[in-house]
């Protein structure tokens, strides 16, 4: 294991990483008649399921930030009255909400 020695510093802590997901394989490529290159194969392996994995997240990530810009052009292309006359609104519809449990807690608070 000298050559990896002479590994350049930026790859070989990614190197050390490798050779130890294979080494989880040994009993299994131990019994290949090429062990050193069902080694390899089974690094492959462990290099595609994490690009697997990752393209999974990109696309998930990619998925919502369509969904997010579709959201903001929709609401873009509202004109800004539109926009404060939906505000007014929900503000008429909560301060509704919170006179109904002021005035049910006042009546609770009565009883006592």
Sequence with gaps: M???KNVDTIIKDYLDLQVKEASKFKNAYLKSK???NAQL???IANLSKHMFSLELKIKYLEGTIKDLNERLNKLSEK?????????EKEAKQSKKEVKK???????TLKKF
């Design 2 to 4: 000298e050559w990896r």
């Design 34 to 36: 090429n062990p050193a």
């Design 41 to 43: 194969w089974i690094a």
């Design 79 to 87: 004109k800004p009255e539109d926009v404060l006359n939906e505000l």
């Design 101 to 107: 449990i002021k005035g049910s807690l006042r009546r």
